[in-house]
């Protein structure tokens, strides 16, 4: 069972969440049930959390593909939104100005709708140099403080903290050492999903 500190929390009907994201949030390469957005539904069952998530990933997706279908993503059922986009943007080293500027019109377009929001990082590697990861990396904390939104540091954190990265890909990503496995997953919904609640618990 799930220990959750924030439990208690109760919601007069169920609150919508959509989950807007790329293959991490779609759930690539696992069968239907062992994705994020599932996997995340049922911890927060478990923790009786009267929460519907809607799975708005989208493999390959950039942070200018979230920004291009954010509007008809709010649709008037949704209640919040889980912004995890950046990774692709990474892969094609796409400047991180331009990455801002996009996660910037998504989130301004919840907030103007008055959708509250938990916006999830990711850590940009080394390879790009000093100078782009340290503006990627401070993109997201930026961004979520200027919009009033919720905040969790990295998408992929629960795999990161473990000290062996040799054991991390063999025990917990797939194949192609960027999507992680069923058991990956599992520790990436532990550590993210106490944020999604504190998100649920912002709805009136």
Same mark, same amino acid.
Request: proline share 5%; aromatic share 6%; glycine share 14%.
């Given at each position: 069972m799930v220990t959750i500190l924030t439990i208690g929390t109760a919601w007069a009907e169920p609150v919508t969440?959509?989950?807007?994201?790329?293959?991490?949030?779609?759930?690539?390469?696992?069968?239907?049930?062992?994705?994020?957005v599932p996997q995340?539904?049922?911890?927060?069952?478990?923790a009786d959390a009267e929460v519907v998530l809607v799975?708005?990933?989208?493999? !390959?997706?950039?942070? =200018?593909g979230g920004l291009s279908r954010?509007?008809?993503? +709010?649709?008037?059922?949704?209640d919040a939104l889980i912004v995890a986009l950046g990774g692709n943007?990474?892969?094609? !080293?796409?400047?991180? =100005?331009?990455?801002s500027a996009n996660l910037d019109?998504? +989130?301004s377009e919840a907030r103007g709708r008055g959708v509250p929001v938990l916006l999830v990082g990711m850590d940009a590697p080394a390879n790009y140099g000093a100078d782009f990861e340290a503006a990627f990396d401070a993109m997201y904390?930026?961004?979520?403080?200027?919009?009033?939104?919720?905040y969790h540091p990295n998408f992929l954190g629960a795999l990161a903290a473990i000290g062996d990265r040799a054991e991390a890909l063999?025990?917990?990503?797939?194949?192609d050492g960027i999507h992680p496995n069923r058991d990956g997953v599992a520790l990436i919904v532990k550590d993210i999903g106490p944020d999604v609640l504190k998100l649920a618990g912002t709805i009136d």
């Open positions: 969440i959509a989950a807007l994201g790329d293959s991490l949030t779609q759930g690539f390469g696992l069968p239907n049930g062992e994705g994020f995340l539904q049922g911890w927060l069952d478990e799975n708005a990933g989208v493999s !390959g997706d950039t942070t =200018a954010i509007a008809w993503t +709010l649709s008037d059922d949704v943007d990474l892969l094609r !080293g796409i400047d991180p =100005a331009v990455s019109g998504i +989130l904390p930026e961004l979520a403080e200027t919009h009033g939104a919720l063999a025990k917990y990503m797939q194949p």
